[in-house]
């Protein structure tokens, strides 16, 4: 029988869009207070607006999470403001994908600055907290959800970088779920194949024309349908520990 979130908090990155804004939304009607985190202020305070009009509630964090100090101080802020913390959802990420000499190497830099450091930041400040959180909460269970990839399990030509960073996420969250197993503190990685969100539209033009034509006789997944795995994985009772999750559209091979 899945378990309310009702007392619970919730920290999600990459909340102003896609996956993460429809787990924010979603975690606030499983019980939860949310922390919503992204450095897009005004898309935070319409999503803030939507979760207390449906009796939620929910803490803005505006902050750029590629900086280890401001990963560091969204986990403060949501501990000052709401006493402690259960959940944390790593949702925060980009996708820059193309040929490899044309790539500017900061786009390169971006993705192993997004995807696995400030991942990494906001998991290593969150720890003490969820460890904590294990110990004192009723539901004696505290939940990392890193937001992975296909692309974590299956590299593909142009894709480097984002299959080194995924990879990452894949390689880090099996060793914390084994570090933190008989702590209380379940890690769990989804690996979704393509979601309509606005992930494709961050890279260069010929690169999304790429990804228009591949993925055009596709049925993309919603960002819901994400946000209901992770609210199948964190209403879990203790006892059960989804490690991780692969979901693609039907149609995607
Ligand atoms: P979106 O582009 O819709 O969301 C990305 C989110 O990351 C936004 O909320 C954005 O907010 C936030 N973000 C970007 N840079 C920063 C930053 N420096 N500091 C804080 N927040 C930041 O994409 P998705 O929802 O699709 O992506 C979510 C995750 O899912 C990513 O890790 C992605 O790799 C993964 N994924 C997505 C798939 C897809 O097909 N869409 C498939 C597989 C995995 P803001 O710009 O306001 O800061």
């Not at 979603?26 to 935070?44: F, K, Q, T, Y």
Request: proline share 3%; charged share 20%.
């Amino acid at each position: 029988m899945p378990e309310s979130l009702d007392g619970t908090i919730a920290l999600v990155t990459g909340a102003s869009s896609g996956i993460g804004r429809a787990a924010a939304k979603r975690m606030a009607g499983e019980g939860a207070a949310v922390s919503i985190v992204a450095r897009r202020r005004d898309r935070l305070e319409a999503l803030a607006a939507e979760i207390r009009s449906a009796g939620g509630r929910a803490c803005i964090v505006e902050a750029d999470v590629t900086a280890a100090r401001a990963a560091a101080e969204v986990v403060e802020k949501t501990v000052a403001e709401f006493g402690r913390l259960d959940t944390v959802v790593n949702a925060a990420g980009t996708m820059l994908n193309g040929d490899s000499v044309s790539s500017p190497l900061q786009e390169w830099d971006r993705m192993v600055d997004l995807n696995l450091k400030a991942l990494m930041y906001v998991t290593k400040a969150a720890l003490p907290h969820l460890l904590d959180g294990a110990q004192t909460g009723g539901r004696k269970v505290t939940d990392v959800v890193n937001i992975g990839s296909i692309a974590g399990r299956v590299p593909n030509a142009r894709v480097a970088i984002y299959n080194a960073t995924k990879f990452g996420v894949t390689a880090a969250t099996e060793a914390w779920r084994q570090e933190f197993a008989n702590r209380n503190v379940r890690f769990s990685v989804i690996a979704p194949g393509a979601v309509d969100t606005e992930l494709f539209g961050h890279q260069q033009q010929t690169t999304q024309e790429h990804y228009t034509k591949l993925f055009s006789a596709v049925e993309k997944l919603h960002a819901d349908d994400i946000a209901g795995a992770i609210a199948y994985i964190v209403t879990n009772p203790r006892r059960i520990a989804v490690n991780e999750l692969v979901i693609r559209p039907t149609d995607q091979t």
